[in-house]
């Protein structure tokens, strides 16, 4: 499994995210504290995404990244360099990679496209057969809608490494296209509800932690791992583990959908068949 997390506030240096609190994101990747038997430490690389805006200064920001296979723990850059960079918004992880799976940057979370960066926390077993069955289904439920061919196995193969957390993003970077029919996904939340329960439907024992990033809003699941958040008038942070003491942070209950931002914190059913109001 993994450890994640990502913020959004006033401007902060990247580094800081990494390396922030007594439980540090750094720390969590040798000394993680609630993997749930999702193995033992976080060295399989490591990744963080931040946004800069266009060099026209128009329109929105842009997601960028820094990734390393190695151990995050190895790399100066996380004392050196990345700290020099300072963004409104950080999304970062820590990995560890599932047996059989490959240990290469490009499989190291985030995965990025425009303003959006992304990050699973999890496994979907038999990830091949699950996945090409989840795209087949979220195209019908596309066609239904009105949008026939919005998804092709071929789509698939676009995935930046032979990974199920790669393909995931494949998967929601479709549900995220501008133009997709409202019926079908209307905003972030409802691409990450449909993706996970599809997801889950054919692969019962997937963990499906998300995190989804536009540099101003987070949106995040947790599906049989790990979430906490911590919201203030100021800033908003999701994380697998909090990296501090403060009291703020609030753990996420299992099966649930969060958004996040400055000043507003919303969890939800991620599945509507789960009993519960939206809480806030």
């Given at each position: 499994?993994?450890?994640?997390?990502?913020?959004?506030?006033?401007?902060?240096?990247?580094?800081?995210?990494?390396?922030?609190?007594?439980?540090?994101?750094?720390?969590?990747?040798?000394?993680?504290?609630?993997?749930?038997?999702?193995?033992?430490?976080?060295a399989d690389g490591f990744g963080v995404a931040w946004w800069?805006?266009?060099?026209?200064?128009?329109?929105?920001?842009?997601?960028?990244?820094?990734?390393?296979?190695?151990?995050?723990?190895?790399?100066?850059?996380?004392d050196e360099v990345l700290p020099q960079i300072e963004s409104p918004a950080v999304l970062a992880a820590v990995r560890s990679a599932t047996v059989g799976m490959p240990v290469e940057r490009a499989a190291c979370?985030?995965?990025?496209?425009?303003?959006?960066?992304?990050?699973?926390?999890?496994?979907?077993?038999?990830?091949?057969?699950?996945?090409?069955?989840?795209?087949?289904?979220?195209?019908?439920?596309a066609?239904?809608?009105?949008?026939?061919?919005?998804?092709?196995?071929?789509?698939?193969?676009?995935?930046?490494?032979?990974?199920?957390?790669?393909?995931?993003?494949?998967?929601?970077?479709?549900?995220?296209?501008?133009?997709?029919?409202?019926?079908?996904?209307?905003?972030?939340?409802?691409?990450?509800?449909?993706?996970?329960?599809?997801?889950?439907?054919h692969a019962p024992t997937a963990r499906l932690n998300l995190l989804l990033g536009d540099g101003t809003r987070i949106w995040a699941t947790a599906w049989e791992h790990a979430l906490s958040a911590l919201v203030t008038d100021d800033f908003a942070v999701v994380a697998s583990e909090?990296?501090?003491t403060d009291p703020r942070w609030r753990p996420i209950p299992e099966h649930s959908l969060v958004h996040a931002e400055p000043g507003n914190l919303t969890i939800e059913p991620l599945d509507h068949r789960d009993s519960g109001t939206p809480a806030q």
């Amino acid at each position: 499994m993994c450890r994640h997390l990502a913020y959004v506030g006033p401007r902060v240096p990247v580094g800081d995210l990494l390396t922030r609190g007594v439980h540090a994101l750094r720390t969590q990747a040798w000394a993680p504290r609630d993997m749930r038997g999702g193995g033992t430490i976080n060295a399989d690389g490591f990744g963080v995404a931040w946004w800069r805006p266009p060099t026209d200064g128009s329109g929105p920001a842009h997601a960028t990244r820094y990734r390393n296979a190695a151990p995050i723990w190895t790399d100066p850059a996380v004392d050196e360099v990345l700290p020099q960079i300072e963004s409104p918004a950080v999304l970062a992880a820590v990995r560890s990679a599932t047996v059989g799976m490959p240990v290469e940057r490009a499989a190291c979370a985030p995965f990025i496209d425009d303003g959006w960066a992304f990050s699973h926390n999890g496994v979907v077993p038999n990830w091949r057969k699950a996945l090409t069955a989840t795209l087949a289904d979220l195209d019908s439920a596309a066609t239904r809608a009105g949008a026939t061919r919005m998804f092709q196995t071929a789509d698939l193969l676009d995935a930046e490494s032979a990974t199920d957390s790669a393909a995931l993003w494949v998967l929601l970077r479709g549900l995220l296209t501008p133009g997709a029919p409202e019926d079908l996904v209307a905003n972030p939340a409802d691409a990450l509800r449909l993706l996970v329960t599809t997801v889950v439907a054919h692969a019962p024992t997937a963990r499906l932690n998300l995190l989804l990033g536009d540099g101003t809003r987070i949106w995040a699941t947790a599906w049989e791992h790990a979430l906490s958040a911590l919201v203030t008038d100021d800033f908003a942070v999701v994380a697998s583990e909090p990296y501090d003491t403060d009291p703020r942070w609030r753990p996420i209950p299992e099966h649930s959908l969060v958004h996040a931002e400055p000043g507003n914190l919303t969890i939800e059913p991620l599945d509507h068949r789960d009993s519960g109001t939206p809480a806030q």
